[in-house]
């Protein structure tokens, strides 16, 4: 089809995609493994944001500079240290996990950009980032943030058992891949239980983290829910495929979108990357940690994958293999065609 297949110079004159991350402690490596995932696959430029503690930054520009040019031309990326520009930094540094709470203040300090693709850093692409970054061109004129539901079922949801505060909709959502339109954040009044007209974003944070610090357990997630509680109009919810937790597999496959169109977006929380509890996961991460850039994706990506998912079949979420594998595949062979027609040059495409 005409348009279909761009040369590679085309998406790079396109407005970069913006990737943030919080990376503290122990995870320079799977903030890597995430950063990789999203260029291996994407096709617009990208333009990352890394939020790090000050003694990691040196060596994220030293894994950064390792990788060859032929992905080093995708991205462009911005350090920053841990910042928190209200309240009391000590208390954000202690929700939940040291930085977690910095995704809070993204739309403060970033102020120059207008969408944002928020990301935990054990969160893997299986398909171009350019896909998810469609889904704001859907939001409506009040949407200004795109989250999956936390769960699928209620009966076994953890907000709708065990939360001591307002959340959305009847399951809650996941903060672990949050899509926002910053400039719409920062222009926005939002309705609050605090005071009985609107407050900004930068206002409402901490006298929402003072008025329910002791009710909630997930750090910041627990605040977002709250806060898109009392402006559900300002959130677009998308499925479950494009954050898809061991939840959706571990008490039987409950994800239909994942099961229909294969796994987007790969959320490995509880640290499942690191220990044998969801082999499944550890799989795929293993398998983009160790491809080497610059080989066949198929030989040394899918098939390794492939092979290791045997593995995996005695386990439950090893059990539908195909909902793991259908986009990465989809989207290597795109990326291969993609090649295979600018090798062949512009003359004699089909």
Same mark, same amino acid.
């Given at each position: ?9 085309? @998406? ?8 943030? #991350? ?14 990789? !995932? ?15 503690? %000050? ?13 060859? !040019? ?14 928190? !520009? ?11 996990? @040291? ?8 739309? #403060? ?20 980032? %350019? ?8 939001? &409506? ?7 999956? @539901? ?19 909709? +009847? ?11 910053? +400039? ?7 309705k609050n239980s605090m005071i009985p007209s609107g407050l900004t974003w930068e206002e409402m944070l901490y006298p929402l983290y003072q008025k329910y610090k002791n009710y909630i357990t997930w750090?910041?997630? %627990? ?15 998308? @499925?479950?495929?494009? &954050? ?45 940690? %160790? ?6 994706l198929f030989q040394s990506l899918y098939y390794p994958l492939q092979s290791k998912f045997l593995d995996t079949v005695h386990t439950l979420c090893g059990r539908i293999p195909q909902v793991f ?12 065609? &993609? ?12």
């Amino acid at each position: 089809k005409p348009g279909e297949h761009k040369h590679p110079k085309e @998406p790079s004159s396109l407005p970069c995609m913006h990737l943030a #991350v919080v990376a503290c402690g122990d995870r320079l490596e799977e903030t890597l493994i995430m950063l990789k !995932s999203a260029v291996l696959f994407s096709n617009r430029r990208l333009c990352f944001h890394i939020f790090a503690e %000050d003694s990691l930054k040196p060596q994220f520009e030293k894994k950064l500079k390792e990788w060859p !040019s032929s992905y080093t031309k995708k991205f462009e990326y911005n350090i920053y240290p841990i910042t928190f !520009s209200v309240g009391n930094a000590q208390e954000w540094k202690k929700l939940f996990k @040291p930085c977690a709470a910095q995704r809070l203040f993204l739309p #403060v300090i970033l102020k120059d950009v207008d969408s944002l693709l928020y990301v935990d850093t054990d969160v893997l692409f299986l398909r171009p980032i %350019d896909d998810i970054w469609h889904i704001l061109k859907e939001f &409506n004129s009040t949407q200004l943030a795109a989250m999956a @539901p936390e769960h699928e079922i209620p009966k076994i949801g953890w907000y709708s058992r065990f939360a001591r505060h307002p959340y959305y909709g +009847t399951t809650g959502v996941n903060s672990g891949v949050m899509l926002m339109n910053l +400039t719409r954040i920062r222009n926005t009044q939002f309705k609050n239980s605090m005071i009985p007209s609107g407050l900004t974003w930068e206002e409402m944070l901490y006298p929402l983290y003072q008025k329910y610090k002791n009710y909630i357990t997930w750090g910041d997630q %627990d605040l977002l829910n709250i806060i898109f509680y009392f402006n559900p109009e300002c959130l677009y919810v998308f @499925p479950c495929q494009w &954050n898809y937790r061991p939840d959706h597999c571990m008490y039987g496959s409950n994800c239909k979108g994942a099961e229909e169109e294969g796994v987007s977006i790969l959320h490995g929380n509880r640290g499942v990357y690191h220990d044998d509890k969801q082999p499944t996961f550890k799989a795929l991460y293993e398998v983009i940690r %160790d491809f080497p850039f610059e080989d066949n994706l198929f030989q040394s990506l899918y098939y390794p994958l492939q092979s290791k998912f045997l593995d995996t079949v005695h386990t439950l979420c090893g059990r539908i293999p195909q909902v793991f594998l259908k986009q990465i595949e989809k989207t290597m062979k795109k990326v291969y065609e &993609n090649r295979v027609i600018v090798y062949l040059g512009a003359n004699h495409r089909y």
